[in-house]
């Protein structure tokens, strides 16, 4: 039987991973990357758009690889996204960072917080990896999103702004919010400055403890510009890419982990304790019969979409993980076993990478062809957590 928290078998899988999207990933001719691989061919069915988050999570991804592999072609890969986000996403007029490129002409410019924080994460990982200037960038991106989105008197961050700063969207996401404290704490973990735990920390209690104690400890998708509760957003849209209406186990499952890591620096009872909540929380979307976690659930913990998404997976995989360490509890190795055999009978393709999606019964969704998102962030991430909770 495979020991999923085996070192060699986890730097295996990330390696799985990293050699399915490189070198297709490398943009020759535009620089950055291509994340619009088929799973299943690996070939480039759109070789023109670059979505902010994709460029950062694969910036991550190689600068992540850098450091575990000390391969210089990751180090190269990682110098590549932190020269083009902060060559062509950055917009060095208005500020900001462009949400969408069509090569490098951007094609769609709001100023997004979610995008945003994951600059943030890239530059951190960068900085870790030894990129030239990604500590400078990783300060200046800070400083730029707590002058434009932090809200003090919450102790979060607003989502989106125009692409002159000029308007708000009145709408506030958790989602943003999460990313933000991950971010965060990264950033920590690199620099060891007080001010990123210190954001890390608000933003969680703000979101997992103060607001989620109106909703019964679960922590709910959106809300309004005063940071109330918004229970009709997106109703009609239960399968919204960034914004799905529902209480979503995956996001517990993530906040899980989260809370976890931050329980390893913070001074305090309540990121643990939480921590092992939403970690049960998660598993009331968890398909017994078949496997997977469900997308969304309604008020009564009912499947609303009953697609399963890797993502949520990977991040239970790795809130497995983390709590194992954390609790001692051997409870949370086995739900990391069971994780892990859902992950490679339903998720994983045969080259190694994860497929988006499957249906109820775990039938694989087709390559879709919009802007991607996703190339191997987080699989790559539930490794990662994996070898440094269980595997050394």
């Known amino acids: 039987m495979t020991d999923y928290a085996d070192a060699d078998w986890l730097r295996e899988r990330i390696r799985a991973v990293l050699d399915f999207y490189y070198p297709a990933c490398i943009d020759e ?27 950062a999570r694969f910036t991550r991804n190689f600068a992540l690889a850098s450091e575990l592999f000390g391969d210089e072609r990751w180090f190269e890969a990682a110098e590549r996204g932190v020269e083009f986000l ?14 969408l490129l069509e090569g490098t002409t951007p094609a769609e410019s709001r100023r997004i917080c979610y995008g945003h924080a994951f600059v943030v994460l890239a530059y951190a990982r960068a900085a870790e990896a030894g990129v030239p200037n990604a500590e400078t960038y990783l300060d200046e991106v800070w400083e730029l999103l707590d002058d434009r989105f932090y809200e003090p008197d919450h102790g979060l961050y607003r ?17 943003a919010n999460m990313h933000a404290c991950e971010a965060s704490l990264v950033a920590h973990e690199v620099t060891g400055e007080g001010r990123y735990l210190d954001r890390a920390a608000t933003i969680a209690e703000s979101l997992c403890v103060d607001l989620a104690a ?10 309004d510009a005063d940071w109330t509760q918004d229970f009709a957003y997106n109703r009609d849209e239960p399968a919204h890419q960034f914004r799905p209406w529902g209480y979503q186990p995956g996001h517990h499952a993530e906040w899980a982990k989260l809370l976890s890591v931050l329980d390893r620096h913070h001074d305090a009872e309540w990121p643990r304790e939480r921590a092992t909540e939403l970690f049960e929380t998660a598993l009331d979307g968890w398909d017994d019969d078949r496997g997977g976690f469900y997308y969304s659930l309604d008020e009564d913990g009912d499947p609303v979409v009953d697609d399963k998404y890797s993502w949520e997976v990977a991040e239970a995989i790795g809130a497995a993980a983390a709590l194992a360490e954390r609790t001692g509890d051997e409870r949370y190795r086995e739900w990391y076993d069971r994780f892990w055999t859902y992950a ?15 249906d109820a019964d775990n039938e694989v969704y087709p390559t879709g062809d919009g802007p991607e ?10 490794c990662y957590e994996g070898l440094r909770s269980l595997g050394e």
């Open 159 to 175: 989502s989106a702004y125009d692409a002159d700063w000029t308007e708000a969207e009145p709408y506030r996401g958790q989602n």
């Open 29 to 55: 001719e535009h620089g950055g990357f291509v994340a619009q691989l088929d799973y299943e061919t690996g070939e480039v069915y759109d070789a023109d758009s670059k979505h902010l988050v994709a460029t």
């Open 373 to 382: 998102v996703e190339p191997g962030y987080h699989p790559i991430g539930a």
């Open 86 to 99: 902060h060559g062509e996403f950055r917009d060095a007029e208005r500020g900001g960072y462009h949400w």
């Open 214 to 223: 109106a909703t019964d400890g679960r922590v709910w998708e959106h809300y």
């Open 344 to 358: 490679l009978d339903t998720m994983v393709a045969p080259a190694g990478n994860w497929y988006e999606r499957v």
